[in-house]
């Protein structure tokens, strides 16, 4: 079985400071892993995904993601935020089969841009 | 209309009611995702169609129950709910059989059960 931690539920932060939120994950089979975010009353965004390949992932909005395969772990990380990066996020891994892609959710992480 | 669109965005609805949500996504995908969003818990995911059969149901309640009449079309058939099935119901389409795939969202129905 496969689950998702996410280690702090909020995370305030100034504007323009770096920002680094954490995901650990367990899974048993092959890893693909993702970074949603969720503006409020939308649905969810995909920000950057690690299949495989490079340990570092870049995605949309300046964000970046480094699988730690050792560590189980796969940190969101920003060097400068701005005030519209204020929304949830949440990790996700994959486990896909044929039959789709099915996504196990951590509990998500409040990121509060502070001016 | 491009992406995944959902209908209603806001549903309030009776105990006693019959209600359904709709998905619709126009991005030739082969399957599709119900998952609920309560407060203070993590996604969950619900059912799961591929090629219009449900090849995943998470020990759903039956007052819940989805129908997929095509590829491009979801619904979640809603009766008798309690209070604690108050959530916001996202829905998602990802393509089935390529793994390098992420699963793309619509904006969800917020729904309220009085």
């Known amino acids: 079985a496969q689950s998702v931690t996410q280690l702090d539920s909020q995370v305030p932060v100034f504007e323009e400071a770096p920002v680094e939120l954490r995901c650990n994950y367990s899974?048993?089979?092959?890893?693909?892993l993702f970074w949603y975010v969720q503006y409020p009353n939308q649905g969810l965004q995909l920000l950057l995904k690690?299949?495989?390949?490079?340990?570092l992932v870049k995605g949309i909005n300046g964000f970046e993601a480094e699988f730690n395969k050792s560590q189980t772990s796969f940190h969101l990380r920003k060097p400068s935020v701005h005030i519209s990066d204020t929304a949830e996020y949440f990790c996700?891994?994959?486990?896909?089969?044929?039959?789709?892609?099915?996504?196990?959710f951590g509990g998500g992480t409040r990121l509060m841009v502070k001016p | 209309e491009t992406g995944v669109t959902q209908t209603p965005r806001h549903l309030v609805m009776g105990m006693t009611n019959k209600k359904s949500l709709k998905c619709e996504q126009h991005l030739g995908h082969n399957a599709m995702y119900w998952y609920k969003q309560s407060a203070k818990k993590p996604l969950e995911l619900m059912f799961v169609?591929?090629?219009?059969?449900?090849?995943e149901n998470n020990s759903v309640p039956s007052r819940f129950s989805p129908e997929c009449p095509n590829s491009s079309h979801l619904f979640l058939h809603l009766h008798t709910l309690q209070p604690e099935d108050s959530a916001l119901y996202l829905c998602?389409?990802?393509?089935?059989?390529?793994?390098?795939?992420?699963?793309?969202f619509g904006q969800g129905t917020r729904l309220t059960v009085v």
């Open positions: 169609y591929s090629l219009e059969e449900r090849v």
């Open positions: 690690y299949l495989s390949g490079s340990t």
């Open positions: 996700a891994v994959s486990d896909w089969n044929n039959a789709g892609n099915m996504l196990t």
């Open positions: 899974s048993s089979v092959s890893v693909y």
């Open positions: 998602a389409s990802s393509q089935g059989d390529s793994y390098n795939t992420e699963a793309f």
